[in-house]
């Protein structure tokens, strides 16, 4: 695991492959990511889009095939010619590189905006809460909420909610982003107000996984465009090529019917 | 456990029967003795402190055995295995000598107490006699012994005679009992001829009914394991019928009628 | 179609992404996890083999008493009561539920008086209150409230043993079940109360079709914490001369002092019994979980 | 802008809509409610008088035994046991919850089969086992498990009646709790776990500082329950020769018979108990109710 | 209450007012719904168009102002110069006259989808099982689930569920249908059967009031748009009008922003 981590991508997926029961979720997917680079993941309900990001900050463990991050297998250790599993505060250190944005927001609700934004960095990287604050302060200010520190997350709008959980992933310093249909739960007038954090972080140059259904948005910020069907990636490239003129069946039959 | 705080007299080598006892019990100079201080007027709380008839008895057993008393309270339950576990070294209190309990313990007979009918005040139903309880309710204790045989026997009887028969409730203890007589679930109790008294004496709405029938052994406990215990016990009754204070408590408590000529080791015959 | 980038190096040593991800995943082993298996399954049979040959647990007088007829028609009682006990107390949980989560003031407020006071005394208070109730009412009816002169049936003649526990458990019951009710309607949607009254349904309807089956699902867990606490604390009746499980067993020790190998059996029973209601619960779990998880 | 086309009749005495659209709504009314809730008054107020006035009731008694320094002194033992029995439990309750959720298979068995043998054996059994250990086990410590020879410290000198009631009322108490916690993490979603793991927290990180803050909010009520039983429960240790309040007013009227005034003693002392605890309640409640609700 | 059914539109509403509070929901809103018409509901999150459907069926009781569905004032009786508030079984039997499909599905999660249809047939309407269970079949079909009777709701997809929804207020044979975002819950892929099955309804001439954020069938199948904001209702028309040329600027800005 002594790669050099200028020489590989940032994140490589190699023959990721998951299955529930007989349920073949993913089924041997490649891909990878390079640093700063925007990918936005496609496809329909039950493709494994979710699973994919799941498997990718080792939530779920795959059942084959490996996740890697600057060239460090995720959640696995190498012992001869076998991968075990990782467990406990190495795994964690793993994931604390990797930020993560769900569907449902998954704020922690006994705790104010502040003290959730403030709970990675006391908690996992145990930094005093006197150089953590200014820092989450500032991050929730970027989000445009620093009006509302001291609220809980249940008394905010799920549009704030969302930005809270997104300050809060980015108060890690992860190296990846991955958000899994951030705006779905939303109200129609509050989306914008995401994706446009979202873009803000696109531009300074983070590197993002976008599992979406907002075809606008994936035209407009994506670097590239993943289409995923039962756990298979069907065809991916530049945001217009595929949004533009798909070259698969599939892809073009889900974008009509979404568009 | 609760050690009685009045008794703290340092042991007593001089005393009459000192050398009886065991040598584990000379080296702690202590006999733990257990009973249940609910019973009044056997053992109970004055407040809090533990008194009755048995505990001045302990009292004197442990002067003329020359050691210091430990008095722990001891439910009924905790008895048996408060006497295996060596947490009491005997058991004191009403407690009756019977054959089932000699199959589980020696007991040594220091008492004879009958059986009494308590009745409510003027006995408005006019029981006087267990011969004449066709047709009453009839409550008891819980595991003493006589009342439940008693009201069988006795309804067998009334039965056989074309009376109406005898009702039995069986209650935890007295004090439920007393309960049932002053609601008028229960005509009459049968119980302890010692507790009637007292509890006549005490709450004014019972009295106590016809002579006192049934006599039968109250008995110290000990492991059938433990004759020394046991032999010792025997000496230090037996002295104290001898030098006067056995008939003085008695007296003191108004239950002269229990005394015994001379201790005795499980003769209880029913 | 794929842009990988990641170089194909196997230098010092090191597999390259692409060599690991053809690696086997380990199965997971627990080794700690058996040792831990074998750990505790010796010291529960070292434990067992020691309180199995102790002489005073007294196996010989627990075998002799385990059916015994007396104790038998001790479970037969227990198990009478508790079932009775239990409907009691769950239609009365149900009916002050629904009155303190009603709205209305008058009831709210006599569903938390009742709350408070049968929760609070101690159920062996208001268990000998009930059995002597004779003796503050002689006679149930007018006279409770007027006075002696006007007449009602004699207390005594109407509550026995039987019924006083029946009273005492199941008012006490009925309390702690009215919490546990409330707490399942709380964990119901406020949707499904709409979509029955959009529907057209009464409150009574959405009640008995909508909410009471739902909220079954959720009190039975914690209605069997309450029913194996019934089971148990019935044995209180030995107070009232009643004569359930408990109080058969102390009848015996009473006599003959076998206190340990009495208690042993009426354990037997109580986890027996116990063991019996969880298989039900089980399988009750199972037919109100249909439609739910999986 | 609008297209309005009701017509504006006011024909045979019947209010047009747009008429209708104008009139008050009358205030709601309740007389049936009103009329109630002085019926129920008056009943309960002529039951407190009868209750009241009836001699049996013995209230002179019950005034000069209310503060008699021994039922405080059994209050103090009543409370002083209870919350260190609430406190035994949730700590246990905590473990085995966690035991009986965290998939190993060797530890949530032990878990159910914990849950099953407290949960399922009479408190009375337990509690004299437990004061009468020494007769299993006349010393702990390896002895137990490998004879007499080995050693360890005389358990009468370690058990008095304080210790079993502790013992046996916190593992009881605790296989119940341990259902109510594990009844709370259900309650929570999945999500909380995930992202508390996403944000690098280690298993342990996220039970104390996102699982376990959240249950409390799900587990008080219950457990409120559970405090009330076990404040009223602990009269049990009578059978052990302690000293709590039911037991030290038993005490009383072993002595002078006054059965229904004490009994009364002690059930204002628990119904005082019971309401302050009610009070606290309220007040942890609504503290960990910040962030829920409106 | 003798009016001449024929003569008057069949829902109106006239000068409902409603306030939670100190927050006022509705401020006196105007206007009627014609037989066989079909109104969509526009406008931004907390504008009140929830609360005016839940008016109209009386699941929220008024302020002031009255709904009358066919003449009939829903949820109140006059008496005298006042109203007084209708309870139990007579308000029981209004609401059967008005089906509701909620934004969450809220079937009976307990029964199966074939006993959720029944269940206002044989409950409310106290028909013989023999007899409404047909009707249900025939119901259920029409949805596309004839397939799926006796599974139970939770086992099926969102946008399975609110067909099922659909189905089991149309049972009640109502006179006017209420729909509060009935797709915003759903997958995107899924939104079309739903609204399918809605434009079906147009079609054959059910009276609809549709809360939406779908702007592209409020043009397709809406006679009028309605557009509130803050409890009023800022503008109404033809959908193609409002929604091709808004008259007034925050019908404008809504539209930007959801379209
Ligand atoms: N823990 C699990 N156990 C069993 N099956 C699962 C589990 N998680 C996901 N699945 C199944 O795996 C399949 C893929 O799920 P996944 O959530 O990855 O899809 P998705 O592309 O994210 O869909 P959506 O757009 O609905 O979120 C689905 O059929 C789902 O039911
Ligand atoms: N029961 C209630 N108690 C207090 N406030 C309420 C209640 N119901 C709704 N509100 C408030 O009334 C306002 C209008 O709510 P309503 O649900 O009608 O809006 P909406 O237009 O349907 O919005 P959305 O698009 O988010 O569903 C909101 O500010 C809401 O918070
Ligand atoms: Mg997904
Ligand atoms: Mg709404």
Redesign the interface.
Request: charged share 20%; aromatic share 6%.
């Given at each position: 695991?002594?790669?050099d981590p200028t020489?590989?991508?940032l994140l490589?997926v190699?023959?990721l492959t998951k299955a529930f029961g007989s349920l073949t979720v993913l089924s041997g997917v490649?891909?990878?990511v390079?640093r700063g680079e925007v990918v936005c993941v496609l496809g329909?309900?039950g493709s494994g889009k979710s699973t994919l990001l799941r498997c990718i900050?080792h939530?779920e463990r795959?059942?084959?095939?490996?996740v890697?991050l600057e060239?460090e297998?995720v959640g696995?250790r190498?012992?001869g010619?076998?991968?075990?599993?990782l467990r406990?505060?190495e795994l964690?250190?793993?994931?604390?590189?990797?930020?993560?944005v769900?569907q449902?927001f998954?704020?922690?609700?006994?705790?104010?905006i502040l003290e959730n934004v403030l709970?990675?960095l006391c908690?996992?990287k145990k930094e005093p809460r006197d150089t953590a604050r200014p820092r989450a302060l500032e991050l929730l200010d970027r989000v445009g909420l620093a009006g509302k520190v001291d609220s809980?997350?249940?008394?905010l709008?799920g549009g704030q909610q969302q930005r809270v959980?997104i300050a809060?992933?980015l108060a890690?310093r992860p190296k990846l982003m991955l958000f899994d249909e951030c705006t779905?739960a939303l109200?129609?007038?509050?989306v914008?107000e995401v994706l446009a954090v979202m873009k803000d972080l696109a531009r300074e140059g983070m590197t993002m996984i976008v599992v979406t259904?907002e075809i606008a948005f994936a035209r407009d910020v994506a670097d590239?465009v993943i289409f995923m069907d039962a756990g298979n990636?069907v065809?991916?490239?530049p945001a217009g090529d595929v949004l533009g003129n798909p070259q698969v069946d599939r892809t073009r039959s889900?974008l009509a019917?979404?568009m | 456990g609760s050690a009685d705080p009045t008794a703290d007299t340092a042991a007593n080598t001089q005393a009459p029967l000192y050398n009886r006892l065991p040598e584990r019990i000379q080296k702690s100079g202590v006999l733990k003795i257990g009973g249940s201080a609910t019973v009044a007027p056997y053992v109970f709380k004055d407040g809090n402190e533990i008194v009755g008839m048995d505990k001045d008895l302990m009292d004197a057993l442990v002067g003329v055995l020359g050691v210091r008393l430990e008095f722990h309270d001891t439910p009924y339950e905790s008895i048996i295995t408060g006497l295996k576990s060596q947490r009491i070294d005997v058991a004191m209190g009403n407690l009756s000598d019977t054959r089932e309990r000699q199959a589980v313990a020696d007991l040594v007979d220091y008492r004879m107490v009958p059986q009494s009918l308590l009745v409510p005040t003027g006995n408005p139903k006019g029981l006087t006699s267990i011969d004449n309880l066709c047709g009453a309710v009839v409550a008891g204790v819980a595991g003493s012994l006589s009342d439940e045989q008693v009201a069988t026997e006795q309804n067998g009887k009334c039965k056989a005679a074309g009376k109406p028969g005898v009702g039995f409730s069986a209650f935890q203890d007295a004090t439920a009992a007393i309960l049932a007589v002053q609601t008028k679930r229960a005509d009459i109790m049968i119980l302890n001829g010692a507790v009637a008294t007292y509890i006549s004496n005490t709450t004014k709405k019972t009295e106590v009914a016809g002579k006192p029938f049934r006599p039968r052994y109250h008995a110290a406990l000990v492991l059938k394991t433990n004759t020394d215990i046991r032999d010792a016990l025997v000496a230090a009754f037996t002295e104290l019928i001898e030098n006067g204070t056995y008939a003085k408590l008695l007296a003191k408590w108004d239950l002269a009628y229990t005394a015994i000529p001379a201790p005795r080791v499980n003769a209880g015959t029913t | 179609?794929?842009?990988?980038?990641?170089?194909l190096?196997d230098s010092?040593g090191?597999?390259?992404?692409?060599t690991?991800?053809?690696?086997?995943?380990?199965p997971?082993r627990r080794p700690v996890q058996w040792i831990a298996t074998g750990v505790v399954l010796i010291l529960l049979v070292l434990l067992l083999v020691s309180v199995g040959r102790n002489p005073n647990m007294g196996w010989d007088v627990v075998g002799h008493y385990l059916l015994d007829d007396a104790v038998l028609r001790g479970v037969r009682w227990t198990l009478v009561l508790t079932v009775l006990i239990m409907a009691l107390a769950t239609a009365l949980g149900i009916v002050v539920a629904v009155m303190a989560t009603s709205g209305n003031r008058v009831l709210s407020a006599t569903a938390a008086l009742f709350l408070w006071f049968f929760r609070g005394t101690p159920l062996l208070v208001q268990i000998i209150f009930w059995f002597n109730l004779a003796l503050i009412f002689p006679r149930l009816g007018p006279a409770m409230f007027l006075g002696e002169g006007f007449g009602g049936v004699e207390t005594n003649s109407v509550i026995n043993w039987f019924v006083a526990a029946l009273l005492a458990f199941g008012l006490h019951q009925g309390a702690i079940m009215s919490e546990i009710v409330r707490g399942g309607f709380l964990g119901i949607e406020r949707g499904q109360t709409e979509a029955a009254q959009s529907l057209g349904m009464t409150a009574a309807q959405t009640l008995r079709r909508v909410l009471l089956p739902q909220t079954l699902r959720i009190i039975v867990p914690p209605s069997m914490n309450q029913f194996v606490d019934v089971l148990k604390g019935t044995a209180l009746v030995a107070f009232i001369a009643g004569q359930d499980l408990l109080s058969s067993v102390q009848f015996i020790y009473a006599k003959n002092f076998q206190v340990i190998p009495l208690l042993i059996v009426a354990s037997i029973w109580y986890l027996a019994l116990v063991s019996v209601a969880t298989v039900v619960q089980y399988f009750v779990e199972r037919r109100l979980g249909l439609g739910y998880g999986k």
């Amino acid at each position: 695991m002594e790669s050099d981590p200028t020489m590989t991508a940032l994140l490589q997926v190699r023959r990721l492959t998951k299955a529930f029961g007989s349920l073949t979720v993913l089924s041997g997917v490649d891909f990878d990511v390079e640093r700063g680079e925007v990918v936005c993941v496609l496809g329909p309900s039950g493709s494994g889009k979710s699973t994919l990001l799941r498997c990718i900050n080792h939530l779920e463990r795959p059942d084959a095939g490996v996740v890697a991050l600057e060239g460090e297998i995720v959640g696995f250790r190498r012992v001869g010619q076998a991968l075990h599993e990782l467990r406990g505060s190495e795994l964690a250190r793993q994931r604390s590189q990797i930020g993560m944005v769900f569907q449902r927001f998954n704020l922690f609700p006994h705790r104010t905006i502040l003290e959730n934004v403030l709970e990675g960095l006391c908690v996992v990287k145990k930094e005093p809460r006197d150089t953590a604050r200014p820092r989450a302060l500032e991050l929730l200010d970027r989000v445009g909420l620093a009006g509302k520190v001291d609220s809980y997350p249940n008394h905010l709008s799920g549009g704030q909610q969302q930005r809270v959980a997104i300050a809060r992933a980015l108060a890690m310093r992860p190296k990846l982003m991955l958000f899994d249909e951030c705006t779905s739960a939303l109200d129609p007038e509050l989306v914008s107000e995401v994706l446009a954090v979202m873009k803000d972080l696109a531009r300074e140059g983070m590197t993002m996984i976008v599992v979406t259904h907002e075809i606008a948005f994936a035209r407009d910020v994506a670097d590239r465009v993943i289409f995923m069907d039962a756990g298979n990636i069907v065809e991916q490239g530049p945001a217009g090529d595929v949004l533009g003129n798909p070259q698969v069946d599939r892809t073009r039959s889900f974008l009509a019917r979404v568009m | 456990g609760s050690a009685d705080p009045t008794a703290d007299t340092a042991a007593n080598t001089q005393a009459p029967l000192y050398n009886r006892l065991p040598e584990r019990i000379q080296k702690s100079g202590v006999l733990k003795i257990g009973g249940s201080a609910t019973v009044a007027p056997y053992v109970f709380k004055d407040g809090n402190e533990i008194v009755g008839m048995d505990k001045d008895l302990m009292d004197a057993l442990v002067g003329v055995l020359g050691v210091r008393l430990e008095f722990h309270d001891t439910p009924y339950e905790s008895i048996i295995t408060g006497l295996k576990s060596q947490r009491i070294d005997v058991a004191m209190g009403n407690l009756s000598d019977t054959r089932e309990r000699q199959a589980v313990a020696d007991l040594v007979d220091y008492r004879m107490v009958p059986q009494s009918l308590l009745v409510p005040t003027g006995n408005p139903k006019g029981l006087t006699s267990i011969d004449n309880l066709c047709g009453a309710v009839v409550a008891g204790v819980a595991g003493s012994l006589s009342d439940e045989q008693v009201a069988t026997e006795q309804n067998g009887k009334c039965k056989a005679a074309g009376k109406p028969g005898v009702g039995f409730s069986a209650f935890q203890d007295a004090t439920a009992a007393i309960l049932a007589v002053q609601t008028k679930r229960a005509d009459i109790m049968i119980l302890n001829g010692a507790v009637a008294t007292y509890i006549s004496n005490t709450t004014k709405k019972t009295e106590v009914a016809g002579k006192p029938f049934r006599p039968r052994y109250h008995a110290a406990l000990v492991l059938k394991t433990n004759t020394d215990i046991r032999d010792a016990l025997v000496a230090a009754f037996t002295e104290l019928i001898e030098n006067g204070t056995y008939a003085k408590l008695l007296a003191k408590w108004d239950l002269a009628y229990t005394a015994i000529p001379a201790p005795r080791v499980n003769a209880g015959t029913t | 179609m794929t842009n990988v980038s990641s170089a194909l190096r196997d230098s010092d040593g090191t597999a390259s992404v692409d060599t690991m991800a053809t690696m086997k995943i380990a199965p997971v082993r627990r080794p700690v996890q058996w040792i831990a298996t074998g750990v505790v399954l010796i010291l529960l049979v070292l434990l067992l083999v020691s309180v199995g040959r102790n002489p005073n647990m007294g196996w010989d007088v627990v075998g002799h008493y385990l059916l015994d007829d007396a104790v038998l028609r001790g479970v037969r009682w227990t198990l009478v009561l508790t079932v009775l006990i239990m409907a009691l107390a769950t239609a009365l949980g149900i009916v002050v539920a629904v009155m303190a989560t009603s709205g209305n003031r008058v009831l709210s407020a006599t569903a938390a008086l009742f709350l408070w006071f049968f929760r609070g005394t101690p159920l062996l208070v208001q268990i000998i209150f009930w059995f002597n109730l004779a003796l503050i009412f002689p006679r149930l009816g007018p006279a409770m409230f007027l006075g002696e002169g006007f007449g009602g049936v004699e207390t005594n003649s109407v509550i026995n043993w039987f019924v006083a526990a029946l009273l005492a458990f199941g008012l006490h019951q009925g309390a702690i079940m009215s919490e546990i009710v409330r707490g399942g309607f709380l964990g119901i949607e406020r949707g499904q109360t709409e979509a029955a009254q959009s529907l057209g349904m009464t409150a009574a309807q959405t009640l008995r079709r909508v909410l009471l089956p739902q909220t079954l699902r959720i009190i039975v867990p914690p209605s069997m914490n309450q029913f194996v606490d019934v089971l148990k604390g019935t044995a209180l009746v030995a107070f009232i001369a009643g004569q359930d499980l408990l109080s058969s067993v102390q009848f015996i020790y009473a006599k003959n002092f076998q206190v340990i190998p009495l208690l042993i059996v009426a354990s037997i029973w109580y986890l027996a019994l116990v063991s019996v209601a969880t298989v039900v619960q089980y399988f009750v779990e199972r037919r109100l979980g249909l439609g739910y998880g999986k």
